[in-house]
């Protein structure tokens, strides 16, 4: 008779569980994504600690469903609360994802000052550091006071017992990579030990009403590692975003079951830890070159925030028959688009010369509104001709050459005109919903051989 099998094949994208490998997973479609891990016993999931933690189900009234301010807990960081939603939500599961070095365990660490400083109850978990590594970086950052307490610890039947014996309000788990669990055999870090990790502190979390935040480690590819059902569990997915040569941060929220995903917030990298930056136009336009060709000033929006920014273009002739297209901070696809507007709808041959273009600072924007940046920087380049310093660019191109409209114009307007600029290149549909603005110019296109003529 045959012998069962103990292991199975699981997707380390999607969580698709197959009794033999295969080269694509079904699910999802990703290549060399399967695993072998072993299979997890149901009875013994059912008895993992933390399943008596949920109180039983009772069904009831959304009128009988009180929400109280006290709900959310705020951090004390305003780009940090912009983020999550105007503070942190009691009971919630928070996973913040980041490359290697960016700053996670950084602003973790500090929020967790915070919290301790305004009365809060907070654990901080580590499963990578010691306890004097955490001790020499909470020097850096300052002193320490109120009840934050710190754990090295790995196993996750030891953490959920400290957790149900101390009952704090916050609990910082760094990293979830580095947990496990006794009666999974895999290794961890594996797709079996990440999901029953995370399956335990969500249970803890909805259970005790306490808030939870995961760090999780990044691809290459950067996203989280581990199986995507993970980002499915917790509540938000913040991805911690920058350069780590560049000193300033990104925090940007790809999933919020309790505000906004359109947010993000700015911090600086310092000595003394990380440091929120109010006006982010201004700091990112800072050290931009006065009279140089190919550089614009264009304008998105990210939530409700309108941020200035610097777009940079250099178009070359090409030494090949095939020239060459490079993107950085913006879709490279959106880019050989506009080329090709330029090309038929403007008689520019592109095709002879190579194209590169930036978005100054590493930042990575995708919003239509910057397409018509994009294309006056491309011929600001071509005819070596620089684009007046004091303008602000934004308006979307369509493929017949139009130049369409955005949203929250007023927004983008006023931002400009608080940081000293004189004139503006934007649709011409969005003039007739603007007020109060004096102290700029407005020039308004239909399409995009009128904002060229500007030039």
């Not at 070095?101 to 000052?113: A, E, F, P």
């Not at 907070?122 to 550091?129: A, D, H, K, N, T």
Request: aromatic residues 6%; hydrophobic residues 40%; contains cysteine.
């Amino acid at each position: 008779m045959a012998k069962a099998k103990n292991t199975a094949f699981f997707c380390k994208e999607c969580g698709y569980e197959s009794a033999k490998w295969m080269g694509q997973c079904p699910a999802c479609g990703v290549w060399n994504s399967m695993v072998e891990e072993p299979i997890v016993k149901k009875e013994t999931v059912s008895r993992k600690p933390g399943g008596g933690l949920r109180p039983s189900a009772k069904p009831v009234k959304l009128d009988e469903v009180s929400i109280r301010e006290e709900d959310r807990i705020t951090t004390g960081y305003r780009e940090l609360d912009r983020v999550l939603g105007s503070g942190i939500v009691a009971g919630s599961l928070v996973l913040v994802g980041g490359d290697p070095g960016i700053g996670k365990s950084t602003l973790l660490l500090q929020v967790c000052r915070r919290l301790a400083a305004d009365g809060h109850k907070v654990l901080y978990i580590s499963g990578e550091e010691s306890l004097k590594q955490i001790k020499l970086r909470a020097a850096r950052i300052g002193a320490i006071s109120g009840e934050l307490y710190f754990l090295c610890e790995t196993n996750l039947d030891d953490i959920s017992s400290a957790i149900q014996e101390m009952k704090p309000e916050v609990v910082i788990i760094d990293s979830i990579q580095t947990m496990y669990r006794e009666d999974v055999s895999s290794a961890p870090g594996s797709v079996s030990q990440v999901r029953e990790s995370t399956n335990i502190l969500l249970q803890i979390a909805k259970g005790m009403g306490v808030t939870v935040f995961i760090v999780g480690h990044v691809t290459k590819e950067g996203v989280v590692a581990g199986p995507r059902v993970l980002e499915h569990m917790v509540d938000t997915v913040l991805y911690f975003e920058g350069e780590r040569n560049l000193s300033y941060r990104v925090l940007r929220a790809v999933k919020n079951r309790f505000g906004s995903t359109n947010e993000i917030g700015v911090f600086e990298m310092q000595q003394e830890g990380l440091v929120e930056v109010e006006n982010p136009s201004e700091y990112m336009l800072s050290g931009r070159p006065e009279e140089a060709s190919g550089a614009v000033v264009a304008c998105s929006i990210e939530g409700t925030r309108p941020i200035l920014l610097e777009v940079q273009a250099l178009v070359t002739q090409t030494n090949f028959g095939l020239p060459r297209r490079t993107a950085a901070g913006t879709d490279y696809n959106r880019v050989n688009l506009l080329m090709a507007v330029l090309e038929k709808r403007c008689h520019y041959e592109m095709s002879r010369y190579d194209a590169y273009v930036n978005i100054a600072g590493g930042v990575k924007m995708h919003e239509p509104a910057l397409d018509l940046a994009i294309v006056l920087a491309l011929i600001s380049s071509l005819k070596d001709k620089p684009v007046n310093p004091k303008t602000v660019i934004f308006g979307e191109v369509g493929l017949s050459g139009e130049v369409r409209a955005v949203s929250m114009a007023e927004q983008r307007v006023n931002e400009a005109i608080k940081l000293g600029f004189e004139s503006c290149i934007l649709p011409r549909v969005c003039l007739a919903k603007l007020k109060n603005t004096e102290g700029i110019t407005l020039h308004g296109v239909s399409n995009v051989r009128e904002a060229i003529a500007l030039l």
